[in-house]
């Protein structure tokens, strides 16, 4: 179904764009292993973010340091994958670059909005609403980066998919 030239996509955006959603679906369709991003979070981070504070640098090193390590893992074993994670900050999407193996991102991009009315929706996550200010301020521009393909949430989950796949086939 896919081309042997990507295998590893990276699903990014702010909270409540779908990232997970986006992910699973498409891991599941290719068949490849899906990394979720938020599992690899320190228990003090989710506190934070719980508690609407933005991420230290410490902690979002970490965390990317931690997807890289899982990244290196499938890349050594030729395993394709699938990572959700919110690619905010551009060298942190270069870390992980370095960390995976064929890669592409897809960014899930809209409106403040219906991101917004998104995360009022959603239920059992640790990340507070009110975090969604911060994290669009915190998104640093992608639009040098010839591996990034923006997609519009505003489309449903089965369209982005199927966009991504139409685009892997390619």
């Known amino acids: 179904m896919c081309s ?22 498409l891991a599941q369709q290719l068949g490849w292993r899906f990394i979720e991003g938020d599992d690899f979070h320190s228990p ?13 640098d410490s902690l979002r090193d970490s965390w990317v340091q931690a997807l890289c ?8 074993a030729h395993m394709p994958c699938v990572l959700s994670y919110s690619g905010l900050i551009a060298r942190h999407r270069q870390q ?12 899930l991009h809209g409106n403040a ?3 917004a009315k998104r995360l009022a929706q959603r239920q059992n996550h640790f990340m ?19 591996d990034v393909t923006l997609l519009d949430i505003a489309l449903p989950v089965p ?3 199927q966009q991504i796949t139409q685009f892997l086939a390619a």
Request: with cysteine; aromatic share 4%.
């Open 4 to 25: 042997a030239k990507h295998r590893t996509v990276v699903i990014m955006g702010v909270a409540g764009s779908g990232k997970s959603t986006v992910g699973h679906l």
């Open 96 to 107: 992980i670059r370095s960390s995976a193996d064929n890669i592409h991102f897809f960014y």
């Open 69 to 76: 390590n899982e990244l290196s893992v499938c890349k050594a």
């Open 44 to 56: 003090k981070a989710k506190h934070m973010m719980a508690s609407g504070i933005p991420l230290a």
């Open 159 to 161: 369209q982005l998919v």
């Open 113 to 115: 909005v219906l991101l």
């Open 128 to 146: 507070a609403p009110a975090m969604l200010q911060s994290q669009l301020l915190t998104m640093q521009s992608c639009d040098d980066e010839t």
